[in-house]
Structures are given as C-alpha cells and as structure tokens.
C-alpha cells in the first residue's frame, strides 16, 4: 500500500461532517474553488500510523441527484474515484433521514465506511442503537464517533486502512463488479426486472464502463446528465419516471434498519422543541434574531477596540523606530515616504481591525454551529416572500455580514434561478466585515457616545436598502416568481470551541492575506498617484495624478456632501478592497496611525479643514455602505451569473442606489 490515502468526507449538512474534517486536520488545511466553478472546497492532510492522509471536505448535500451544484459536483469527485476511501457521516440522531445518502453511496460500490457522529446526542436521549446490527443490514463498516469530543478517532481511520488494504487486496475489477445481491438492498420485482434488462444494453454498448447497475438506476430516475453522456434507446424499457418510487423505497429501507436498530427511540429533543417554541414564533422570531445580532455587534465593537488599542500601541512603536532605523542609514525622502506613508500607513492601518473582525466571524460561527442560521432563515421567510424570495435567501445575505464573496457564492443552494439572481443582486447591499473599519473610524471621530448606533444603523440600513431593491426588481417579469421555503432545521447543540476558532482563523488568515496582497499593492499604487505627476516625483498631492482623476468627479459627488478630491480618492480605491478607503485616507492627509486616539484626532482636524461635518460624515458612510462592490465581488459575480451584462447591471445598480440614498439623506439633513 502506498505511503498516502486520499480519503473523502461526505454527508447531509448539519451532520458534524465539518467538525469531523477539523478534528482530523486541525489549522492544516486549504480552502479552494472546485476547478470551473466557484464552489468552495476544503482538503486538509494529518498523518496517522506514520501515513500521510490526504482529505476534501465535499458540500454537504441530502443525495447523489443532479439538481443543484453541490450535488453534481460531490457525484462528480465519487464517481472519478478521486478518493481511495469515502467516509459517509452520518448524524445518529437523525438516523433514518441520514440513510438515504447512505444507501446512494453504498449502491456505487466504492471503499466506503460510515461515521455515527453526534453518537453523545444519542446517549443523552436515552437511546442506543446497535452498531454490529446496523453494519450487517448495510454491509459496510460502522463506526460510532464524537467529532466534538474527539472520540473514536483512531478506530475509524484504523477501518479506513483496513477497508482501503481490503480492496487491495481483493482486486479493484473484482470489487468494482460484486453482485449486487452481496450488498444490502434490492428494489421491488418489476424494477429490478428494468435494471437487469438496461445492464444488458448497456454493458453491449459501453462495455468498459463500470458499475452498470448504477448507471441504470440512474436512467430509470431520468438523470439528465446521465442521459446526456451515455446515449441508449430504452424506450421499450423505460416508460415512466421511477425517480420517486425509487426514491420511496430507499426510504422504507431506511426506515426499516432505522425501527430495527435504535432502541427507546425520541422522534426529537425536548430542549430543541422548547427554544424553537420561542426563536421560531411569529411574533418572537425577528426580534429575537435582531437582540443576538445587537449582542454580536456589541462584542465587535466594545472588546473588539479595546483588544485594537495595543495592537495601535505596537504599531505606533514599530513605525517610529523604523523611522529612526530609516534616517540613521540615510534612506532619501521618496524611499522613507513609501515606507512609512505609503507602506506602513496603508496595511498597518487595516491590522489595527484584527480583533473587531475576528470577533465579528466568531460571533457568526457560534449562530453557524448552533444550529441557529437556519432559524434566522426561517424566522425571515414571512418578510423574504414579501419581496419574491424564500427565507432561505436570507442565508446568502446573512453570510454577508462577513464577507460578500461567499455570501454571493452561496446562493446557488438556491433552485430556482430567478431567486439566485435576485438573491447575487442585492446581497452586496449587506454591510461586510471590509466596511467595518470605514464605520469605526468615522463614527468614533464625528458621533462620540452615538458611534456605536451610528455603526449599526448601517448594517439596518443595509438589510432595509436590499429589501427596497428586491422590491423594485419584482417590477420586472424576470424576477416575478419564486420557490418556498424548505430548509431543515437540525438540533441545538453546544457550539465546538476548535470548529469556531478555526472558521475564525480561516476568516482572519484571509483578511491578513488581502492585507498582505490586494491593500499593500493598492497601498503602494495609491501612494505613487499620490506623490507623482507628469514631471515626476512631486510629494505634493495637490499636483498629483490621483488630485486629477478624483476632481473629474466632484461634480457628481458634491451633492452628496462628498465634494472632495481626497474623499473620492479613498472611495475610488476601496474598490479594489472596501479596507483601502482607510489606508488611502491614512496616505491622503498623512496620518501614521489612523486608528490610534491621536490619528483619529488628526483625521478630525484634517476633515474639518475641508468643511467636513457629522452630515458629511454619515453621508460618506452610506456611500461607503453601498456603493460600487470590490473587485473580487465584481468577480464572483461574473462567474456566478457568466455574463458581464449582469456584472454591469450590478454595478450600475449599487452606484445609483449609494447616490441616491446618499443624496437623499444629505439633502434632508442639510435642510432641517
């Protein structure tokens, strides 16, 4: 056997498949995009008994169907044989739902091996299932675990070699053409009769496919992308689509081993029954989800600037004695001001944010792990079908608290193509975490004992703005109809300390990463606008390229109460990534360390210098709020919808709307 294994984690969502996967790697791992697509994987590696394991992290899905992407793509990974080994988790206190994707795994014939998660769920209901019998009905191995207590961590990945050695062993064409009837489950008399007799053609047709049965399972549900890839005339076969009765029989299997194999069996948890009786409520439910968000923002922005005051501390530190170091060996003015103003100013500025930001997506991961975030999906369907879209749209938008890329991305879990349109257009409304340092150093600097509800009122201000687009979209026929609601909502539990530090991790590595890349170049770019003109090196930004660029568009931006150069300059850059509107104001009026009390006091004085007041400065954080998305946004929208139409309808739609909502405030305020 070789020295690696690739292994493969699959299962239903809200299984503990995720907490499983960073059980086993911890922080070693990577999160990419499947090749194609902007679905986000994760692979990890570990060593066990001196081998190196690698693993993918495949979506959670309910089945092996066509439907959706993450389906396809977990069928795809399978049936190339990707992996030496899959792992089916499955959530033993949801036994007999979790099967079904067990019974569509088992009848591919792979090495597979099945996990009982959440096994200390079941030992606190009371019950016991019987893992040996459980085996025998599906025949493959079972192995009862505790992701979240990291228990039955070596024996499952001892039957995983065990498993991968017997396959060896045995001989891949032998174990890829067992009979069926060495397996567990067979289907009524008349469809089995149907398989047969579409084996046969198929194996004349394509005699070097393997798992023939399979495939014609697959053509009696009518599988498109089956059908499209393999071309057979069974008309005189197929009469019908078998989907669903194929899909009822699978479920009266599970079923069956489910009444045969859990004893003293709970149809649910009372603690669940008892909070779902309150975060569910139709009165309850949005006030509810409105009191923990407040919290999570409150913990953002209290400890999370008090934790940002040594960081300032060390910052400030550090820049003077780089700039004492920089004197003493005599470096020239243009190389310490790219260093200090343009270097140091502009990234150090966005590390000061580090801990509102990690507590921002702790806080998200907590709701995530919980089981809460299905809740909050569930508790906005009545306003979301106001608007065309189904609750679960509210996901998408609520990821987007964090960061809007992914948030975008999700939103093919969506069906319906005209709820993930709809869905991708006004989620950058959302207010992301790349915002939060713009409304923390604005509303700190102008709104004093009101900054923090002047920093909320934007995530409000936020959700209200999408809700009033998807209103107006609704005017088009394209976006008319919608899909309804059904999402499962899975059992509390205790969120896993490790699973919400490494999300957390995972979300800050990246925002250290943009730091690092996107705003060091944006940084440095800007600087260079900043202190050249065409005669060269200049260091007076009157003069400089970006004045002349920026004051193109006074004209459109001094209704809003932003016409400024510098003030367009910042909102210009943060395109590249919303973080630079607060390095480029750094580098704009030359403030080493704007996030410190005595930067902020420069930037006030700077500010009101150029005739800014506390209008100004909410206008600016509403513009700020919704104006043009950043480049990657850009991006990922044009790969989700594949076409630069919608790229441009988005763009033109989040710029009208900043101008407007942005007018129409300083307008209103100026007058009153």
Same mark, same amino acid.
């Given at each position: 056997?070789?020295?690696?294994?690739?292994?493969?984690?699959?299962?239903?969502?809200?299984?503990?498949?995720?907490?499983?996967?960073?059980?086993?790697?911890?922080?070693?791992?990577?999160? $990419?995009?499947?090749?194609?697509?902007?679905?986000?994987?994760?692979?990890?590696?570990?060593?066990?008994n001196q081998k190196d394991i690698f693993v993918t992290d495949l979506p959670g899905t309910y089945s092996l169907s066509s439907y959706?992407?993450?389906? *396809?793509?977990?069928?795809?990974?399978?049936?190339?044989?990707?992996?030496?080994?899959?792992?089916?988790? @499955?959530?033993?206190?949801?036994?007999?739902?979790?099967?079904?994707?067990?019974?569509?795994?088992?009848?591919?014939?792979?090495?597979?091996?099945?996990?009982?998660?959440?096994?200390? @769920?079941?030992?606190?209901?009371?019950?016991?299932?019987?893992?040996?019998?459980?085996?025998?009905?599906?025949?493959?191995?079972?192995?009862?675990?505790?992701?979240?207590?990291?228990?039955?961590?070596?024996?499952?990945?001892?039957?995983?070699?065990?498993?991968?050695?017997?396959?060896?062993?045995?001989?891949?064409?032998?174990?890829?053409?067992?009979?069926?009837?060495?397996?567990?489950?067979?289907?009524?008399?008349?469809?089995?009769?149907?398989?047969?007799?579409?084996?046969? *053609?198929?194996?004349?047709?394509?005699?070097?496919?393997?798992?023939?049965?399979?495939?014609? =399972?697959?053509?009696?549900?009518?599988?498109?992308? %089956?059908?499209?890839?393999?071309? %057979?005339?069974?008309?005189?076969?197929?009469?019908?689509?078998?989907?669903?009765?194929?899909?009822?029989?699978?479920?009266?299997?599970?079923?069956? %081993?489910?009444?045969?194999?859990?004893?003293?069996?709970?149809?649910?948890?009372?603690?669940?029954?008892?909070?779902?009786?309150?975060?569910?409520?139709?009165?309850?439910?949005?006030?509810?989800?409105?009191?923990?968000?407040?919290?999570?923002?409150?913990?953002?922005?209290?400890?999370?600037?008090?934790?940002?005051?040594?960081?300032?501390?060390?910052?400030?530190?550090?820049?003077?004695?780089?700039?004492?170091?920089?004197?003493?060996?005599?470096?020239?003015?243009?190389?310490? /001001?790219?260093?200090?103003?343009?270097? %140091?100013?502009?990234?150090?500025?966005?590390?000061?944010f580090l801990p509102n930001i990690f507590i921002l997506f702790i806080g998200l991961a907590f709701l995530e792990d919980s089981g809460?975030? /299905?809740?909050?999906?569930?508790?906005?369907?009545?306003?979301?079908?106001?608007?065309?879209?189904?609750?679960? $749209?509210?996901?998408?938008?609520?990821?987007?608290?964090?960061?809007?890329?992914?948030?975008?991305?999700?939103?093919?879990?969506?069906?319906? /193509?005209?709820?993930?349109?709809?869905?991708?257009?006004? !989620?950058?409304?959302? /207010?992301?975490?790349?915002?939060l340092p713009i409304y923390l150093i604005i509303s700190e600097i102008f709104f004093g004992d009101y900054a923090v509800f002047a920093?909320?009122?934007?995530?409000?201000?936020?959700?209200?703005?999408?809700?009033?687009?998807?209103?107006?979209?609704?005017?088009?026929?394209?976006?008319?109809?919608?899909?309804?609601?059904?999402?499962?909502?899975?059992?509390?539990?205790?969120?896993?300390?490790? !699973?919400?530090?490494?999300?957390?991790?995972?979300?800050?590595?990246?925002?250290?990463?943009?730091?690092?890349?996107?705003?060091?170049?944006?940084?440095?770019?800007?600087?260079?606008?900043?202190?050249?003109? =065409?005669?060269?090196?200049?260091?007076?930004?009157?003069?400089?390229?970006?004045?002349?660029?920026?004051?193109?568009?006074?004209?459109?931006? $001094?209704?809003?109460?932003?016409?400024?150069?510098?003030?367009?300059?910042?909102?210009?850059?943060?395109?590249?990534?919303?973080?630079?509107?607060?390095?480029?104001?750094?580098?704009?009026?030359?403030?080493?360390?704007?996030?410190?009390?005595?930067?902020?006091?420069?930037?006030?004085?700077?500010?009101?210098?150029?005739?800014?007041?506390?209008?100004?400065?909410?206008?600016?954080?509403?513009?700020?709020?919704?104006?043009?998305?950043?480049?990657?946004?850009?991006?990922?929208?044009?790969?989700? !919808?594949?076409?630069?139409?919608?790229?441009?309808?988005?763009?033109?739609?989040?710029?009208?709307?900043?101008?407007?909502?942005?007018?129409?405030?300083?307008?209103?305020?100026?007058?009153?």
């Amino acid at each position: 056997m070789n020295d690696n294994l690739k292994i493969a984690f699959i299962g239903n969502p809200n299984c503990g498949k995720t907490t499983l996967f960073n059980a086993y790697t911890g922080a070693n791992l990577k999160t $990419a995009n499947w090749p194609g697509v902007t679905v986000e994987k994760k692979e990890g590696r570990f060593v066990f008994n001196q081998k190196d394991i690698f693993v993918t992290d495949l979506p959670g899905t309910y089945s092996l169907s066509s439907y959706t992407l993450e389906e *396809r793509l977990s069928r795809k990974y399978i049936i190339d044989e990707e992996a030496d080994v899959i792992i089916d988790v @499955v959530d033993a206190s949801a036994l007999e739902r979790n099967l079904y994707l067990a019974l569509q795994l088992i009848e591919l014939r792979k090495p597979l091996v099945i996990a009982l998660n959440m096994m200390d @769920v079941v030992d606190e209901r009371g019950m016991k299932i019987d893992i040996s019998k459980l085996s025998e009905m599906l025949g493959v191995k079972v192995i009862p675990v505790c992701a979240r207590k990291r228990k039955g961590l070596d024996e499952l990945m001892n039957t995983v070699f065990e498993v991968f050695e017997k396959r060896c062993e045995e001989g891949e064409v032998q174990y890829k053409n067992r009979e069926f009837n060495d397996l567990c489950f067979t289907y009524s008399a008349h469809i089995e009769f149907k398989i047969s007799e579409i084996v046969k *053609r198929f194996k004349a047709k394509y005699p070097y496919t393997k798992n023939y049965r399979w495939y014609a =399972i697959k053509f009696l549900e009518h599988d498109d992308e %089956i059908k499209k890839e393999y071309i %057979i005339n069974l008309d005189d076969i197929i009469d019908k689509n078998y989907e669903d009765e194929i899909i009822k029989q699978k479920y009266d299997f599970a079923e069956n %081993i489910s009444h045969k194999v859990v004893i003293n069996k709970t149809e649910k948890n009372l603690l669940t029954d008892k909070i779902d009786l309150a975060v569910t409520n139709q009165f309850f439910a949005i006030p509810i989800f409105f009191c923990i968000m407040t919290f999570i923002f409150f913990l953002t922005f209290f400890v999370g600037d008090y934790l940002k005051g040594y960081i300032e501390e060390g910052l400030t530190i550090f820049s003077n004695y780089l700039l004492i170091l920089l004197q003493k060996i005599n470096c020239g003015e243009f190389v310490s /001001s790219l260093i200090i103003d343009g270097i %140091i100013a502009g990234v150090g500025g966005i590390i000061t944010f580090l801990p509102n930001i990690f507590i921002l997506f702790i806080g998200l991961a907590f709701l995530e792990d919980s089981g809460y975030m /299905s809740r909050a999906a569930y508790a906005m369907d009545g306003i979301m079908s106001k608007i065309g879209l189904s609750g679960r $749209a509210f996901i998408p938008m609520l990821l987007g608290f964090g960061c809007t890329v992914p948030a975008v991305m999700a939103s093919r879990t969506l069906e319906n /193509s005209r709820d993930r349109l709809k869905t991708i257009l006004i !989620t950058p409304f959302m /207010s992301c975490s790349a915002r939060l340092p713009i409304y923390l150093i604005i509303s700190e600097i102008f709104f004093g004992d009101y900054a923090v509800f002047a920093a909320i009122s934007m995530y409000i201000i936020g959700i209200f703005t999408a809700v009033i687009v998807a209103l107006f979209l609704n005017k088009f026929e394209l976006f008319k109809e919608h899909s309804d609601l059904l999402i499962e909502l899975p059992e509390y539990k205790i969120p896993n300390l490790r !699973t919400v530090f490494i999300y957390a991790w995972e979300k800050v590595k990246d925002y250290l990463t943009k730091a690092g890349t996107t705003i060091f170049v944006a940084s440095v770019i800007l600087w260079f606008l900043l202190n050249f003109n =065409i005669n060269g090196f200049s260091g007076n930004m009157e003069n400089s390229f970006a004045s002349e660029i920026s004051r193109i568009l006074i004209p459109v931006m $001094a209704p809003l109460g932003l016409g400024n150069w510098q003030i367009i300059t910042a909102l210009i850059s943060g395109i590249a990534a919303k973080e630079v509107v607060v390095s480029s104001m750094s580098i704009l009026f030359n403030i080493a360390n704007i996030s410190s009390f005595e930067g902020m006091g420069k930037l006030y004085t700077a500010l009101s210098e150029i005739g800014f007041s506390g209008i100004n400065a909410y206008s600016f954080m509403l513009f700020s709020l919704l104006y043009i998305p950043c480049a990657a946004t850009i991006g990922i929208i044009k790969k989700e !919808t594949g076409s630069f139409k919608w790229v441009c309808i988005s763009l033109f739609l989040q710029f009208a709307t900043a101008w407007s909502v942005s007018f129409l405030f300083y307008t209103v305020a100026v007058n009153i």
